[in-house]
């Protein structure tokens, strides 16, 4: 009922005059998910002692399949070998061969009742830019402290050229397994519910490239990044009154960066939340984002949720109100005989968007159909849209599809994987430009020599209107039981205008027990839409776009200088013709106990 009083308040309330116009800027990136999931990787996770949060640590495990493993260790005994995992109800290949880099099997160890972990990273960016008021260093700062059922996570950051060493900051406590209580949340915190259409996996995640069309929901986590704008502030709460029922409450109010033009509103959406300019910092918390929700799930087979929101526009931080937008979203999901349907619609103001889909996943094959439609002007700071893209809303890129994935092991060595998407792109605010349709497919196939090499094609065609582009490429993967890992990639793209080709080669792994080592060489000569591969995170991250001719360095270093104590260095550099090089250098410290 007070989700229903609030909603009709919102409605009936909503004053959108001034509001004429509504764009998106700026590409935002996911680097904490990439250097979570590389700390991961040099760290993998016991599967024989991990806990339930150290499982859903790794993006692909949801609750439902950690609570799975942890039952099947319980009742089994401990896992001899990773490929046991295969036997874990709920677990497909698909899913056991993207979380291998990042678990391991040992024997199993007393758990303390309580762990801290903190990190300090400092990072720089040259050339340095000048006449800028604040210090060129980017500065990381992050505390997470576990005793017993307690959790607590606090951090601080500074982008580069910010002057306040305390431009970000975010605290969240976290309180668990107390009566029908299975978690209540104070602070900052993030959600991740239905299918990413208003809360979402962090931005520059894809789904294409591993055919996820279902949303792996995560429920509610602490926020442990430093996206400024991408979290909420309040207070969230999981309850399980009786074994086969799950109750999600949830409110916040949030302060977000935004713009003012003119007499028009403009919404802005950075990830980072630079600060480091005039102009940056006049953005800064012009929106205040009130939210409220609730969520039910009946024996994870039927789950349905609800979100109200109303985001307030201001002349500046503490000035007048100049007008809102106002959102309301529905999901509904469920499962049977291994087929789960899923929708989920939302409504910003008049403006309607949803996505409607079915998936069947089985060991040896998996099959998915998605229909969305996502407006220019629905727009969530929270939700990812379907297109491998770097902006985390519609926005710019708005369209409507439908989209069909097919994954099948063919042997017990050979993948193939294939999508088909006929979409269309739809104009932004500017509603008398034309419809712009498009046809997207890809096939890809990996074929394991033994289990040492593995082979992978891919060949996509993309159509948009007259514009064709295509892609080839071929792929070698050696990996020597975990201490070498070798890859070696030749990549050919052709537009409509123009053609590019590019060679990469990386080389990582762990010399002399306590070094671990990652480096990437990248030459490139393309067209636009060709790919930096520092964040080389297959059928995960969306990496930035390149273009010209030249070449990209990338050096990871990491050294335990003890069980609780280690120390990495990072450098990148990027030599373009025609344009200065650029570097960029990162030291970090980690403490675990």
Same mark, same amino acid.
């Given at each position: 009922?007070?989700? $229903?009083?609030?909603?009709?308040?919102?409605?009936?309330?909503?004053?959108?005059?001034?509001?004429?116009?509504?764009?998106?800027?700026?590409?935002?990136?996911?680097?904490?998910?990439?250097?979570?999931?590389?700390?991961?990787?040099?760290?993998?996770?016991?599967?024989?002692?991990?806990?339930?949060?150290?499982?859903?640590?790794?993006?692909?495990?949801?609750?439902?399949? #950690?609570?799975?493993?942890?039952?099947? @260790?319980?009742?089994?005994?401990?896992?001899?070998?990773?490929?046991?995992?295969?036997?874990?109800?709920?677990?497909?290949?698909?899913?056991?061969?993207?979380?291998? *880099?990042?678990?391991?099997?040992?024997? *199993?160890?007393?758990?303390?009742?309580?762990?801290?972990?903190?990190?300090?990273?400092?990072?720089?960016?040259?050339?340095?830019?000048?006449?800028?008021?604040?210090?060129?260093?980017?500065?990381?700062?992050?505390?997470?402290?576990?005793?017993?059922?307690?959790?607590?996570?606090?951090?601080?950051?500074?982008?580069?050229?910010?002057?306040? +060493?305390?431009?970000?900051?975010?605290?969240?406590?976290?309180?668990?397994?107390?009566?029908?209580? /299975?978690?209540?949340? #104070? =602070?900052?915190?993030?959600?991740?519910?239905?299918?990413?259409?208003?809360?979402?996996?962090?931005?520059?995640?894809?789904?294409?490239?591993? =055919?996820?069309?279902?949303?792996?929901?995560?429920?509610?986590?602490?926020?442990?990044?430093?996206?400024?704008?991408?979290?909420?502030?309040?207070?969230?709460?999981?309850?399980?009154?009786? !074994?086969?029922?799950?109750?999600?409450?949830?409110?916040?109010?949030?302060?977000?960066?935004?713009?003012?033009?003119?007499?028009?509103?403009?919404?802005?959406?950075?990830?980072?939340?630079? !600060?480091?300019?005039?102009?940056?910092?006049?953005?800064?918390?012009?929106?205040?984002?009130?939210?409220?929700?609730?969520?039910?799930?009946?024996?994870?087979?039927?789950?349905?949720?609800?979100?109200?929101?109303?985001?307030?526009?201001?002349?500046?931080?503490?000035?007048?109100?100049?007008?809102?937008?106002?959102?309301?979203?529905?999901?509904?999901?469920?499962?049977?005989?291994?087929?789960?349907?899923?929708?989920?619609?939302?409504?910003?103001?008049?403006?309607? #968007?949803?996505?409607?889909?079915? /998936?069947?996943?089985?060991?040896?094959?998996?099959?998915?159909?998605?229909?969305?439609?996502?407006?220019?002007?629905?727009?969530?700071? !929270?939700?990812? *849209?379907?297109?491998?893209?770097?902006?985390?809303?519609?926005?710019?890129? $708005?369209?409507?599809?439908?989209?069909?994935?097919?994954?099948?092991?063919?042997?017990?060595?050979?993948?193939?994987?294939?999508?088909?998407?006929?979409?269309?792109?739809?104009?932004?605010?500017?509603?008398?430009?034309?419809?712009?349709?498009?046809?997207?497919?890809?096939?890809?196939?990996? &074929?394991?020599?033994?289990?040492?090499?593995?082979?992978?094609?891919?060949? $996509?065609?993309?159509?948009?209107?007259?514009?064709?582009?295509? &892609?080839? @490429?071929?792929?070698?993967?050696?990996?020597?039981?975990?201490?070498?890992?070798?890859?070696? @990639?030749?990549?050919?793209?052709?537009?409509?205008?123009?053609?590019?080709?590019?060679?990469?080669?990386?080389?990582?792994?762990?010399?002399?027990?306590?070094?671990?080592?990652?480096?990437?060489?990248?030459?490139? /000569?393309?067209?636009?839409?060709?790919?930096?591969?520092? #964040?080389?995170?297959? =059928?995960?991250?969306?990496?930035?776009?390149?273009?010209?001719?030249?070449? @990209?360095? +990338?050096?990871?270093?990491? +050294?335990?200088?003890?069980? $609780?104590?280690?120390?990495?260095?990072?450098?990148?550099?990027?030599?373009?013709?025609?344009?200065?090089?650029?570097?960029?250098?990162?030291?970090?410290?980690?403490?675990?106990?």
């Amino acid at each position: 009922m007070l989700i $229903a009083a609030l909603f009709v308040f919102i409605v009936t309330s909503s004053d959108s005059s001034v509001i004429s116009q509504t764009s998106f800027e700026g590409a935002v990136t996911s680097d904490n998910l990439a250097d979570e999931l590389q700390t991961l990787k040099d760290n993998p996770i016991s599967i024989n002692t991990a806990k339930e949060q150290e499982f859903l640590s790794i993006y692909w495990i949801t609750p439902e399949l #950690a609570k799975s493993i942890i039952q099947t @260790r319980q009742t089994s005994g401990e896992f001899k070998k990773i490929n046991e995992l295969k036997n874990v109800p709920g677990m497909t290949g698909e899913i056991l061969k993207l979380i291998t *880099p990042y678990i391991r099997v040992d024997v *199993p160890q007393k758990h303390d009742n309580y762990s801290i972990q903190m990190r300090q990273r400092v990072q720089n960016n040259l050339p340095e830019i000048e006449d800028t008021a604040g210090i060129p260093y980017k500065t990381y700062t992050r505390l997470k402290v576990d005793y017993k059922r307690v959790s607590s996570s606090a951090l601080i950051e500074k982008d580069y050229y910010e002057k306040s +060493y305390y431009d970000f900051t975010s605290v969240g406590v976290m309180l668990q397994n107390y009566g029908i209580v /299975e978690k209540i949340v #104070a =602070g900052d915190y993030v959600l991740d519910f239905a299918e990413n259409l208003f809360f979402g996996i962090p931005p520059g995640v894809t789904f294409k490239s591993q =055919g996820m069309i279902k949303g792996r929901s995560k429920g509610i986590k602490l926020n442990t990044t430093s996206g400024e704008n991408n979290f909420l502030r309040g207070t969230a709460i999981e309850l399980k009154p009786v !074994h086969s029922i799950k109750n999600y409450l949830f409110f916040a109010s949030t302060p977000i960066d935004g713009k003012i033009e003119g007499d028009e509103i403009k919404i802005y959406y950075d990830y980072e939340g630079d !600060h480091s300019t005039s102009t940056g910092m006049e953005k800064k918390d012009r929106i205040k984002e009130n939210l409220l929700g609730t969520r039910l799930e009946y024996n994870n087979k039927l789950k349905v949720g609800t979100t109200v929101c109303r985001n307030t526009y201001y002349s500046n931080p503490e000035g007048n109100e100049l007008g809102t937008h106002n959102i309301f979203s529905m999901d509904l999901s469920g499962s049977y005989a291994g087929i789960e349907w899923f929708t989920e619609t939302g409504k910003c103001d008049s403006v309607w #968007a949803g996505v409607v889909g079915l /998936e069947y996943r089985k060991p040896e094959c998996k099959i998915g159909s998605l229909y969305r439609y996502y407006p220019s002007l629905f727009y969530t700071f !929270h939700g990812t *849209p379907f297109s491998d893209r770097s902006i985390t809303t519609a926005g710019e890129l $708005a369209e409507k599809g439908n989209y069909l994935y097919v994954g099948y092991k063919v042997s017990n060595n050979t993948f193939l994987n294939c999508y088909y998407d006929f979409f269309a792109r739809l104009p932004n605010s500017d509603l008398t430009k034309p419809v712009s349709n498009g046809t997207e497919y890809s096939f890809d196939v990996e &074929q394991k020599i033994n289990n040492i090499i593995a082979l992978t094609g891919k060949y $996509a065609y993309k159509k948009l209107d007259e514009s064709i582009d295509q &892609q080839f @490429r071929v792929q070698t993967d050696i990996s020597c039981r975990n201490t070498i890992n070798f890859r070696f @990639r030749v990549e050919r793209m052709t537009t409509e205008s123009s053609t590019g080709n590019s060679g990469y080669v990386g080389i990582g792994g762990r010399a002399f027990k306590k070094l671990f080592f990652d480096t990437r060489v990248a030459l490139f /000569e393309t067209a636009p839409l060709m790919y930096e591969y520092e #964040a080389d995170l297959p =059928g995960l991250m969306t990496n930035q776009c390149i273009s010209g001719k030249g070449k @990209r360095l +990338y050096l990871f270093l990491k +050294y335990n200088i003890h069980p $609780a104590l280690s120390i990495s260095g990072k450098c990148s550099m990027l030599s373009k013709e025609g344009t200065s090089a650029s570097q960029k250098y990162g030291v970090q410290i980690d403490f675990k106990k």
